[in-house]
């Protein structure tokens, strides 16, 4: 491993945010802080490209580029045909597109950020989201895409939140030992609605941390066999609504959230 570490360049003659992504996503496979990132935006000309490239081009001379503009693009190539180390991240993509589809990109840089009918669906559903956080206004429910039900700590926010980055109206709520859920749930199609569940150990690991984190018991939160109770009446509750079932446990919020989207567009799903 290299004494220091070592310096990624992201250019781009838009923000550059979709190199860093890359990078971030290639570095995560190596030793913490073998690399570091750095991005070299608005690069909107040959000569500041030039520029770019010869400034930084220290003892590792590394980049990764996401240049759309043609003319940027090819004296990139020409000066990693010179000596320069780079990746071109976006190029063989878009050609590869064009030859399939016979469709000419548009070279728009940034246009991956273009404000559209999309952004602000996403901003609504975020919105949407945040209003519709643990049970608050139940009388929302029918005009969520997606809703979340399981008790204390299962995923319930982080899922939601990043549903709804990607655009679904999602609300949730809890199932709490003596209290009755809003009867609005059993209003909804049962397709809509998700039970999630995880395995009881870990539920009560996560609470344990959680109320140290606060410096406080709750009594019963965090018994096993309050937790076992819990479980099985949310998972009762869940038969009652014929709704789906997804588990959280050792799963990335991610992953979870790409199981409930392929059931919402049509896939199916084993109840418990």
């Known amino acids: 491993m290299p004494d ?4 990624i360049h992201v250019i781009s003659d838009s923000l550059g945010e979709t190199g860093e992504m890359v990078a971030r996503a290639a570095v995560a496979q190596f030793p913490l802080g073998a690399f ?4 070299l935006p608005k690069v909107t ?11 930084h081009c220290g003892k590792h001379c590394l980049f990764f580029y996401t240049l759309v503009d043609d003319s940027l693009r090819v004296r990139m190539e020409e000066l990693c045909a010179q000596g320069v180390n780079g990746v071109d991240l976006l190029g063989p993509a878009v050609s ?3 030859e399939l589809t016979g469709v000419r990109a548009t070279g728009e840089a940034g246009a991956v950020r273009r404000t559209d009918d999309e952004y602000f669906a ?3 559903a975020m919105e949407f989201a945040v209003k519709h956080d643990d049970g608050r206004n139940p009388e929302g429910l029918a005009e969520a895409d997606i809703v979340l039900v399981g008790v ?14 990607k655009g679904w109206r999602v609300a949730n709520v809890p199932l709490a030992p003596g209290t009755e859920p809003p009867q609005a749930l059993f209003d909804l199609h049962p397709r809509k609605v998700f039970g999630l569940v995880t395995d009881a150990d870990v539920l009560l690991e996560i609470r344990r941390q ?4 606060l410096g406080t018991w709750v009594p019963r939160y965090a018994e096993r066999e309050s937790i076992e109770r819990e479980l099985e009446e949310a998972r009762a509750f869940m038969r009652r609504l014929g709704c789906l079932v997804v588990h959280t446990d050792n799963r990335a919020v991610e992953e979870a959230a790409q199981e409930i989207i392929r059931h919402v567009q049509g896939g199916h799903a084993i109840l418990d």
């Open 122 to 124: 996403r901003i609504e």
């Open 96 to 98: 590869r597109l064009q």
């Open 36 to 39: 570091r990132i750095e991005r």
């Open 210 to 213: 959680r109320m140290n984190e």
């Open 4 to 7: 220091e570490s070592i310096a």
């Open 45 to 55: 000309t040959p000569e500041k490209l030039e520029d770019a490239v010869r400034t």
């Open 152 to 165: 204390s700590r299962t995923s319930k926010t982080p899922l939601a939140m990043y549903l709804a980055f």
